[in-house]
């Protein structure tokens, strides 16, 4: 039997291994296995991030969404969810009040809305960008035309994430509808890095019917697309979709494969993700301490927040920024890191490039009468 603790060592030296060697990895963990993974992913972490962690503010704009993914409780199917949307201004509010709580990047996220063509989605980020220059905007749109990503690009979009969700064939027809295909969405995140955006894929740990192959196979593929940014949860049942019977992922396996991330891609960003915290209550801390470097606080209305409910249970839905900000920052502390107040781009990006961009984004007119004359 190949003995585990000689693979990590030597995922942690190459960092890579052969899709047989990450199943052997997976398939033979135990508690001591994992906590010396943990124990390098959390080193290798601190070696190019230190004890800082960043933050980024969630703002969940729309819960609207046009696709029937079955694991998604915004999932067009599901008609017992009240739909909203944030007007711009309620979307500079939480800018503002992020901005004032020491927030420098800003993810704008929401299910496929039609609504948002892409002239209200430029107008929102070069809003947020003049109003806001020294902050990183994300995106987390869905799928969009190559054209569309563009412009947003031009208009001052710095990042986008777009999960790949699974990278086995038959693994993403069992959690998506017919309409949507893996080959589109791996073309769009292929798409988003030529672009020049700061991308970010990433899965559902323990969705239905997800095999060891198929977590073997998600893992080769993030290492060879080798993304800024990896977004890791744990799948949890949402009471109005099909998958509303199947059981949540487990902590462990989320924390296990985080590390095996990190040791992938040491200069990754990556989330303990909000669904971490929500299937334990030091789920996030955890998550820190197994090779995570980021963590993405709720900035969306109060009001607003218990509808954009991607899995149920999910946390923080009746806090305030304020009280959220000064809750992790007591988390954090308690397990001896801190918040880091910076941007927080990928080491990856050149910081020259990033001034570069600072000043670059087009007025949205030029952009659209460019795309009228499809010179894009
Ligand atoms: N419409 C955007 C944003 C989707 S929501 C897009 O397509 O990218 C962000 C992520 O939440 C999804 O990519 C998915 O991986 C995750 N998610 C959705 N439903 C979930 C559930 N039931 N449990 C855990 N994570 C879920």
Do not use: W
Not at 169 to 190: A, Q, V
């Amino acid at each position: 039997m190949t003995n585990l603790f000689s693979l990590i060592d030597k995922l942690h030296q190459e960092q890579n291994l052969s899709g047989q060697e990450l199943k052997v990895l997976i398939e033979g963990r135990d508690q001591k296995t994992a906590e010396y993974l943990y124990d390098k992913a959390r080193q290798t972490a601190i070696a190019t991030f230190g004890r800082g962690i960043y933050l980024r503010g969630l703002i969940e704009f729309t819960n609207y969404c046009r696709n029937d993914c079955l694991y998604c409780g915004l999932r067009k199917s599901n008609l017992n969810l009240e739909r909203y949307r944030l007007s711009l201004s309620q979307i500079l509010d939480c800018c503002a009040l992020g901005h004032k709580l020491g927030f420098r990047t800003f993810v704008l996220q929401g299910g496929e809305d039609h609504y948002f063509d892409d002239e209200r989605i430029l107008q929102i980020i070069s809003e947020i960008k003049s109003a806001y220059p020294d902050c990183a905007l994300t995106l987390s749109l869905g799928e969009k035309n190559p054209k569309s990503y563009k412009l947003f690009y031009q208009a001052g979009a710095d990042r986008y994430l777009l999960r790949h969700e699974t990278r086995n064939e038959s693994h993403y027809r069992f959690l998506h509808p017919k309409s949507m295909s893996l080959s589109h969405r791996l073309d769009c995140l292929k798409t988003l890095k030529d672009i020049g955006y700061q991308v970010g894929c990433g899965f559902m740990v323990g969705s239905p019917e997800q095999s060891v192959q198929a977590l073997t196979e998600d893992l080769l593929f993030i290492k060879s697309f080798e993304p800024h940014m990896v977004g890791l949860g744990p799948f949890i049942p949402h009471q109005e979709t099909p998958f509303r019977d199947y059981p949540s992922g487990s902590l462990e396996l989320t924390l296990y494969l985080l590390s095996i991330v990190r040791l992938l891609l040491p200069k990754v960003l990556l989330p303990a993700t909000t669904a971490l915290g929500t299937i334990h209550p030091k789920g996030r801390e955890l998550g820190i301490l197994s090779g995570a470097n980021v963590i993405m606080p709720n900035l969306s209305p109060v009001e607003t927040r218990k509808k954009y409910a991607l899995y149920d249970n999910k946390i923080c839905v009746e806090d305030r920024p304020t009280d959220c900000h000064a809750c992790l920052k007591t988390r954090l502390s308690s397990i001896g890191y801190e918040i880091n107040v910076g941007r927080g781009d990928s080491p990856l990006v050149a910081s020259s490039e990033i001034d570069g961009l600072l000043l670059a984004p087009l007025p949205i007119n030029a952009l659209l009468k460019e795309r009228k004359g499809e010179s894009l």
